[in-house]
């Protein structure tokens, strides 16, 4: 995979792909700049080396068409804060605006495009939107490593249309750092996997297996696993048409010797906020009015155990709802067991992350990736769309 430093930039124009899916609160002022400020290293790299830099980016989920809750207007002002360079702003992504704009672009100057997900087009991949995107750039720089497993048109459509592709600064280390620890995992491996995202997880904890000693569930997953097997799980949230899928990963984990977990007991309320009362369930069934939104008790000890003998760690989603109070005890001890063990350990995913930092053992954690779904995705299969993209030339 080539990497930005490969280029010579010199009085080129660049195509910078970045993740600046930054939070934003109800007056569009960003909430946390971390996502832009992780990007600021290629883009300084690519201005002090005379490049005339497109940035793009995707924001939120604005369902293909205008919508100004999500422009990237914002990022561009935050944008011009954080660097020495001139920040202009485009109106749109393509058409002929963008074109005279990308055309008058100066060396060392910037023009972040508009929300790629306005058009359609960016998450079909669709080839003419892509060389749109294309049109008067001389090289394609992706550096948005969490949107790398997606087979969007900025991430694996532009490649074909530009003279060199490369990697950039952040994707090179995620790349390298999860490279090291799935090569050649140092054993038991460990992997912790919860969250609310179910379906973009089965799918990939198959190849998981292969790899791991232990697989510890939580999170709004387990349900679905158990409601396969016949359970009653009252309230909680599950996907119905998942269940022929998780009732084969069960088989599979048993003829592989996986260590396949699930919560032992748990934690459920009637609703899912902070006046509702946390009440332990250690057997189902589930009350039928009840959800389980953390694990409990005694599943915290069981994964504290197998997490105290893990060498490798994984962990990609929250054990429960840990941004209420009640329901975050689970989350913060598998974090505290996490950052006590001497494992190398790996920590994805943005609600994962946000919980590690609200617990406050992030220093304690060997790398914290930009990634959920794609930290996930490359652990498990060791690529990535977007990174197929960089070398297919
Ligand atoms: P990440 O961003 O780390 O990849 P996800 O986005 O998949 O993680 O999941 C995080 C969300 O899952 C959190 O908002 C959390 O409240 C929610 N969650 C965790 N456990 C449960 C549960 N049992 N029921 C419902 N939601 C849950
Ligand atoms: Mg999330």
């Known amino acids: 995979m080539q990497s930005v430093k490969d280029l010579d930039v010199q009085g080129k124009k660049i195509f910078l792909r970045v993740d600046f899916n930054v939070p934003l609160d109800k007056d569009q002022k960003i909430r946390d700049d971390t996502r832009i400020k992780a990007a600021l290293q290629t883009l300084n790299f690519l201005l002090e080396h005379g490049a005339r830099v497109v940035v793009a980016s995707h924001l939120g989920r604005p369902k293909g068409e205008f919508n100004p809750e999500f422009s990237t207007k914002p990022v561009a002002g935050r944008l011009a804060e954080l660097i020495p360079q001139e920040v202009l702003h485009a109106p749109d992504v393509v058409g002929d605006e963008v074109e005279r704009m990308k055309a008058q672009l100066k060396e060392g100057q910037v023009l972040l495009l508009e929300n ?10 669709d080839p003419e939107f892509a060389q749109q995107l294309a049109h008067g750039i001389d090289y394609y720089v992706n550096d948005a490593f969490g949107a790398c497993h997606r087979a969007h048109a900025s991430i694996v459509g532009i490649p074909p249309f530009v003279q060199s592709s490369a990697a950039g600064f952040l994707v090179c280390k995620e790349v390298e750092y999860l490279q090291k ?3 050649s995992p140092q054993k038991p491996y460990v992997v912790i996997l919860g969250g609310a995202k179910v379906s973009d997880k089965i799918p990939v904890i198959e190849s998981l297996m292969v790899k791991a000693n232990d697989i510890l569930i939580g999170g709004a997953m387990a349900y679905t696993f158990f409601y396969a097997q016949g359970f009653d799980v009252g309230r909680s949230l599950i996907e119905k048409d998942k269940t022929d899928m998780a009732l084969n990963l069960l088989d599979r984990a048993k003829t592989m010797g996986v260590n ?3 919560p032992l007991d748990h934690i459920a309320a009637r609703d899912m906020d902070s006046d509702a009362e946390a009440i332990t369930i250690r057997e189902f069934p589930i ?9 409990g008790p005694q599943t915290v000890e069981k994964y504290r155990n197998v997490i105290s003998t893990a060498k490798t760690i994984f962990w990609n989603g929250p054990m429960g709802v840990f941004e209420i109070e009640q329901f975050g005890k689970g989350t913060e001890e598998v974090a505290k ?4 063990s001497d494992a190398v350990s790996i920590i ?8 590690v930092l609200k617990v406050g053992v992030s220093e304690k954690i060997s790398h914290i990736s930009t990634g959920g779904g794609a930290s996930l995705e490359y652990i498990a299969k060791e690529t990535l769309p977007g990174l197929e993209a960089l070398t297919e030339k």
């Open 337 to 340: 067991a996490v950052a006590d």
């Open 348 to 355: 994805g995913g943005g609600d994962s992350v946000a919980a």
């Open 287 to 295: 009350p039928s009015d009840l959800m389980a939104l953390d694990i």
């Open 260 to 262: 396949f977990c699930l």
């Open 116 to 125: 790629l997900r306005f058009y359609p087009g960016e998450k079909g991949n």
């Open 181 to 183: 620890a799935i090569h």
